[in-house]
Structures are given as C-alpha cells and as structure tokens.
C-alpha cells in the first residue's frame, strides 16, 4: 500500500552538496521509520541513514556521520537526506526504505522499498 519515490539525484562534484528526497503515498506514513540505502555498482547494498517514525531517534553510518542529514516531515509525507562534503565514494544509486521500527529498518529488510536516484561525485 505504501509506494516510496525518491528524488534529487544528480551529477556533483566532490565538496559539493546535494538533497535526496522521498515522498510516500498513503496516510500512514507517520507509522513507519524510515532510512536511507545506497548500492554502487558491483558492491553491496549498504545502510546510510535512518529515522524513527516520529523523528525522534536517528541513527547514522559512520563513513557518513557528519557529513549527511536524515529528517522527515510528516505533514508532507516526505522524508530527507542532506548530503554534504559529498565524496566520490558516496557515488551509488540511493534508495529509501520503510518498515515498522529503527530497528527493523537498520536490518535491510524492508517492507517497502523506493525505485532508487542515482547520485555521482566526481573527483
């Protein structure tokens, strides 16, 4: 019942910044933490950023800490991710993901899953 689309992707150069947005359908969407997945080609998919379902409780990956922002706002069913001091490591297609709880998000398995916004730094 919940479709995810995200938006924002781009071609930047390293230092820049860039804003990925996810907009949900439904009315439910206050229910549901959300996070942040990104996959570069050939690699792993890996966990970037969460948010419990009131905002409340973020959580973060270290090789982003600091530098990347998850928010969310409920009212708008939208849930953010400011990326700054981008780094062409950071080069991925990025997908939002939601599921019931901080917890369950952080897992990787997901109960709803976004079509993805490819993100490129060049160096």
């Known amino acids: 019942q919940v479709q995810l689309v995200e938006s924002g992707g781009g071609l930047v150069q390293a230092g820049d910044s860039l804003r990925l947005s996810c907009a949900a359908s439904g009315r439910t969407f206050s229910r549901y933490a959300m996070g942040w997945f990104r996959q570069a080609p050939g690699k792993k998919r890996e966990f970037v950023s969460a948010?419990?379902?009131?905002?409340?409780?973020?959580y973060y990956a270290d090789s982003v800490k600091g530098r990347f922002t998850i928010s969310r706002d409920n009212a708008k069913n939208t849930v953010y991710l400011q990326m700054n001091s981008l780094k062409p490591e950071d080069t991925a297609v990025y997908y939002c993901?939601?599921?019931?709880?901080?917890?369950?998000?952080?897992?990787?398995?997901?109960?709803?899953w976004g079509q993805g916004t490819q993100v490129t730094v060049s160096s």
């Open positions: 948010i419990s379902s009131s905002g409340g409780s973020t």
């Open positions: 993901a939601a599921d019931g709880s901080l917890q369950l998000v952080l897992r990787g398995t997901n109960d709803y």
